[in-house]
Each structure stands twice: as C-alpha cells, then as structure tokens.
C-alpha cells in the first residue's frame, strides 16, 4: 500500500532563516506531487505542483520554491522566512488516471 | 479562476442529527472529492464521484454528484463524536492536473 511521510512535524524558525520542508511518497511510481499551504482555521491554498522529476509548476509567487529531485521526493524551500510563511503545510500525491489526492500529516511551521 | 463555494462555514449539531452540507461551483466539474480533516492532521479522503447524477456511500457518509455538475453534496446521518472536524470540498475540470478546494465546513457536536 501507499504510504507518505513528511517532515519535520513540526518547525520553529526566526525570520530570515532557510527552510527545507520534505515529503516522500512510497508504494507507487510516478506520482503527481502537490504543496499546499493551510492558515489556521482556513481552507488549502495550492503553492506548487509537479508532474515528474524536475517539473515543478508554481501556483503562487511568494518566497517559496519546490523542487523534485527523485520520482517520490518533493522538497519545499525558502532562503528567507517571512513571519507570513507561518502555517501548516500539507504534501499531497496522487497516481495513474485517478484524481483522488492523498495527504501526508504535515508540518506545522511557526516563523518568531 | 475557478471557485467554490461551500456552505454552511460552520455547524453546531446535537449528537445523534443528521447532517448536510454542500458545495456549488462557478464552472463545470469532472470529478467532486470529499474529505474531512481533524485538528493537526492532514485531510483525509472521504468519498470520490465521478459522474453527474451519482450517489455514493460510505458508511453513514452519502454524497451526490449533482446533476449540473456545478455542485455537491455531503450527508451524515445520525451523527457521533468522531464526526467532528473539517470537511472539504474538491473539484477538478476535464483535463486538470490539479483540485479547487472549498474553504471548508467545520462541524461542532454537542454530546
């Protein structure tokens, strides 16, 4: 069965400081990627999405970027945290014809 | 862009009533996904529809693809505890890598 983890669970980190978020996804191949950021209490916001390694498609420009260096790994990145990046960020896959996304547990980042 | 509009935001219910919610779009739809989150988790997905018309249970859970494909519906009979949480939305378009989501209807239960 499919499985997908992410981590850390939860992050507290400065203003200015570097960010690596990272999801993994085992049990299929070739899997459709996603990022989503969730404020407290509000619904998903798409940040990127990835349809194989190294293709990455934006949603929002903000200070983040998303890379996909192996077929199950996708990685979420910031050279500088803004206090507004705080939020709890979700990895989502989903495989073959179906659309049914699956989330990961998350992780909750806290920028002080 | 696309949107949904889910409704209501929030319920407060007694436990034991039934429960329905839905959600409607400014543009066609292909598939509607439900899912439910509970407090620091990640969403879970609920139940998958497919076609305009259809109807699709899951345990005490029914949903419906409407028939204009512009909207959803969500039910839950005789409603427990563990019914507490967020349920969303999700719409895709033909073609569509990815979903629209819908801010969410939180869901309170009186014991």
């Known amino acids: 069965s499919q499985t997908i983890h992410q981590w850390p669970a939860t992050l507290v980190q400065p203003v200015g400081s570097p960010l690596s978020l990272e999801c993994t996804v085992e049990?299929?191949?070739?899997?459709?990627l996603y990022w989503y950021r969730q404020a407290a209490g509000r619904g998903l916001q798409l940040l990127f999405y990835?349809?194989?390694?190294?293709?990455i498609s934006s949603e929002v420009p903000q200070n983040l970027s998303a890379s996909r260096p192996q077929d199950r790994q996708f990685i979420l990145s910031s050279k500088k945290l803004l206090l507004s990046d705080s939020g709890f960020y979700l990895c989502?896959?989903?495989?073959?014809?179906?659309?049914?996304?699956?989330f990961g547990p998350g992780t909750r980042l806290t920028v002080t | 862009g696309q949107q949904l509009n889910q409704s209501p935001q929030s319920m407060f219910i007694q436990e034991g009533e039934d429960v329905s919610m839905n959600c409607t779009s400014s543009?066609?739809?292909?598939?509607w996904l439900w899912y439910k989150q509970d407090p620091g988790e990640g969403p879970v997905l609920l139940i998958a529809?497919?076609?305009?018309?259809e109807l699709t249970s899951n345990g005490r859970l029914t949903a419906q693809f409407g028939i204009t494909r512009k909207d959803s519906f969500l039910n839950i009979s005789a409603s427990i505890p563990s019914d507490v949480g967020i349920y969303f939305c999700?719409?895709?378009?033909?073609?569509?890598?990815?979903?629209?989501f819908g801010q969410g209807t939180r869901l309170t239960i009186n014991p």
């Open positions: 049990g299929t191949s070739n899997p459709n």
């Open positions: 543009s066609i739809f292909n598939t």
């Open positions: 999700a719409g895709r378009d033909q073609g569509a890598q990815k979903l629209v």
């Open positions: 989502a896959w989903r495989g073959g014809a179906s659309y049914e996304q699956y």
């Open positions: 990835s349809v194989g390694i190294g293709q």
């Open positions: 529809l497919y076609k305009a018309g």
